[in-house]
């Protein structure tokens, strides 16, 4: 399963895009959007996202 934004925390920093490893995450107005095809559930961007704003399903 994919990583899953919670909109309501995330602030559009970004640091998720630079550090995913399969690009599989986009900014969009402002949030951070995955794209589940693309995304290898290595969880690093949970780990690095400043404002806890991700999470494994």
Do not use: Q, R, W, Y
Request: overall charge negative; proline content about 5%; aromatic content about 0%.
């Amino acid at each position: 399963m994919p990583a899953v934004v919670n909109k309501e925390k995330c602030t559009g920093c970004a640091t998720c895009v630079d550090i995913c490893p399969s690009a599989a995450i986009e900014i969009v107005d402002e949030k951070a959007v995955i794209n589940a095809d693309e995304c290898v559930d290595c969880e690093t961007c949970v780990d690095e996202c400043p404002e806890s704003a991700l999470h494994m399903e």
